[in-house]
């Protein structure tokens, strides 16, 4: 939205808005601007839910395995998780035969890792970036 446009939303003068949005990109509240690409019109509509789990929790693994995983171009997110797993990784492929190929040469490869469970998802139900303030 411009500029413009949320001075409107938000009822203040566009120089005032402005002003506000610089204080906020400053003190770090907004932290970044992206365009949202839908996958299913790059070819990557096959979102997987992967879990893992560590054969230990010493800090050098938990740092060899996160170093490792952010090098991996097709994982979206990956989450240190409280639970049965370590981590969950949210991952995007063309297909479950793209999907194996990201598992032989990326996930299988991954440092300290003694379980994988990946999960399917069948459709989204509901998605949004924008964080409930």
């Not at 893992?52 to 800090?59: K, M, N, P, S, V």
């Amino acid at each position: 939205m411009s500029n413009a446009e949320l001075s409107e939303v938000v009822h203040l003068s566009p120089s005032a808005c402005h002003r506000r949005v610089q204080r906020l990109e400053k003190e770090g509240y907004i932290r970044d601007y992206v365009a949202l690409l839908d996958p299913r019109k790059l070819d990557m509509p096959t979102t997987v839910f992967v879990e893992i789990t560590l054969q230990a929790q010493a800090e050098e693994v938990l740092e060899a395995f996160e170093k490792s995983v952010s090098r991996i171009p097709d994982v979206l997110e990956c989450h240190l998780m409280a639970g049965t797993a370590d981590y969950l990784l949210k991952i995007v492929a063309e297909n479950t035969e793209d999907f194996a190929r990201i598992h032989r040469q990326h996930l299988a490869r991954l440092p300290g890792v003694a379980q994988m469970q990946s999960s399917f998802a069948l459709r989204t139900v509901c998605k949004t970036t924008a964080l409930p303030v």
